[in-house]
C-alpha cells in the first residue's frame, strides 16, 4: 500500500485553518466527516465546539454523535493534506 506522508505545516497554518473553519462553520453548523479512514460515504455530525490546534500538531474541529474530534482534514471541502 502506497500511503502518502502528510506534509508538516507550521503552528500559525495551524490556527489559520482553524480560525478559517471557525469563520465558515460556526458551533451548530452541520457538516459532514469520514470519522476513520476518507473512505466511502462521509456522515453528518454538528460543530459541538470551535476547531482548534490539538495538543500542537493537528487541527481539529469536536462534533457531536460520539466521534470526538475529528482532524479537519477529514472535513468534507477541506484540505487533505
Known sequence: MNRRRPKRISSEQMSLQCEAFNAAHPVGSTI????????????EVEVRYPAQVLSGHTPVVYVTGGHGCIALTHVEGQAHR
Open 32 to 43: 459532514r466527516v469520514w470519522p476513520g479512514e476518507r473512505r466511502g460515504d462521509p456522515v
